[in-house]
């Protein structure tokens, strides 16, 4: 099969080079290699949409399945305007080595639609949904692929599809998505998971460095739900946040930002933006990224740290927070540096890993408490990143190459034991 429908994305590109890299190294099967590299289903769909002004706008939605091997298929749904089924591909491919490295019981997954969800209003983001989700009806279910909020997306999201997608099978199914509110069967902390799940692998690189959270500094790029929750469970533990961005700017304090103040600023904010909080000074996204650190947190988009900014990077450690936010080419630069990366396939992993608790305990009925979630969470993190770190240090590999040999060669081998149906 050509990949050119996929291939015309650096972002794919991206990913299927990491996994031939890893499939060299480890001797994979170049046949296992080809359906490793091709995804399982993906489905491009219109979405007519009649807006407030009663005008009819099309916009163009993706569903990318890119393993059912492993169990359902899971991931989350984004929208964003630069969306494009490349880029879902390769969210989808990520999702799929993630999910192998936590253990869990899924294949991986991505959705999108090409929009600007902070044009659109309430009601023009729910007639986008619902209308997306009867697009994707076929595909979908809680036994075959289970969506999660992503960027531009929230718990509101995943409500409307639970909805439309219960309506049209006549009962209430909450197991076909995660992420939705805790009163429609949301699991407590699922929000919080993937800043928690940062900040947990975060606390085990500073251990091992010897370095006391107390004594770190930290730089967050990137301030939705990953970037917030990453500042807060950071200021807790009593790490400085000296630097935070955003899509709109990005602003410095080298006394370190008030952390709760600065949510309260911004959740005020029309633009949920942090920028011109008081007391801070405002910066550019490459002063961002370049500023002297222990923890760097790029938490936004894919590819911000490539081959031109790599070698300006002056953090002790790179905590991937955001999908792909590194380039290949960055790797090269940054591998010959003492940078500790937390590579984002082990690093952003809490937020599927709680998805995983929420789906099983709506599938059981039987809710469990935060604290249950917490504890949970935390163990599986912990092992995971430790399963990682020991390889790393058993084969002489960079984190990210044991991570995603770890990823892949679970999914390889499931493959190779079911075999291939004729």
């Known amino acids: 099969m050509s990949l050119n429908l996929f291939e015309t994305s650096p972002v794919f590109r991206m990913a299927c080079e990491q996994l031939r890299t890893v499939a060299e190294r480890i001797n994979l099967d170049k046949g296992i290699v080809e359906r490793l590299m091709t995804p399982k289903r993906s489905l491009v769909v219109s979405i007519p949409v009649r807006m407030d002004d009663q005008s009819i706008r099309v916009f163009i939605g993706y569903r990318v399945q890119h393993s059912l091997t492993s169990g359902a298929s899971k991931g989350g749904l984004r929208y964003a305007p630069h969306v494009e089924i490349g880029e879902v591909a390769a969210l989808a491919m990520w999702m799929s080595w993630k999910c192998a490295i936590m253990n869990l019981p899924y294949g991986g997954a991505k959705g999108g639609i090409a929009c600007d969800p902070a044009l659109l209003s309430i009601g023009e983001k729910e007639r986008l949904t619902r209308r997306f989700t009867e697009e994707v009806l076929s595909i979908i279910g ?3 692929d289970v969506m999660a909020p992503d960027m531009g997306t929230d718990e509101q999201t995943m409500a409307w599809i639970y909805d439309t997608y219960s309506m049209k099978i006549g009962h209430a199914c909450p197991e076909i998505v995660t992420g939705k509110p805790v009163e429609l069967g949301g699991c407590v902390g699922r929000r919080e998971a993937t ?23 930290a730089v967050v790029q990137g301030f939705g739900n990953v970037g917030t929750v990453t500042c807060e469970e950071l200021h807790r533990i009593g790490t400085k946040v000296l630097a935070v961005g955003d899509r709109y700017g990005a602003i410095h304090n080298p006394e370190g930002l008030d952390v709760p103040l600065m949510l309260e600023y911004a959740a005020v904010n029309p633009k949920k933006s942090m920028v011109g909080f008081p007391g801070s000074e405002a910066i550019t996204m490459e002063e961002l990224l370049a500023m002297p650190c222990t923890v760097l947190v790029p938490a936004a988009m894919e590819r911000v740290i490539d081959k031109d900014n790599a070698g300006k990077l002056r953090c002790r450690i790179l905590a ?13 630069i940054i591998d010959d540096t003492d940078i500790f990366v937390i590579p984002d396939v082990l690093c952003n992993a809490g937020g599927v890993t709680v998805s995983y608790f929420e789906w099983v305990q709506d599938i059981q009925q039987l809710m469990w408490s935060d604290v249950q979630v917490n504890e949970k969470l935390r163990e599986l993190m912990l092992g995971a990143f430790h399963r990682v770190r020991n390889l790393a240090k058993s084969e002489n590999m960079t984190m990210r190459t044991a991570a995603l040999t770890l990823g892949i060669k679970k999914v390889a081998l499931e493959k190779q034991k079911r075999g291939l149906f004729p």
């Open 320 to 332: 991937e927070g955001a999908n792909g936010p590194t380039t290949p080419e960055a790797d090269a």
């Open 195 to 217: 800043g928690r799940g940062v900040v947990y692998c975060i606390r085990e690189a500073l251990a091992e460095l010897q370095i006391s959270p107390t004594q770190a500094t």
């Open 142 to 144: 809680p036994r075959t």
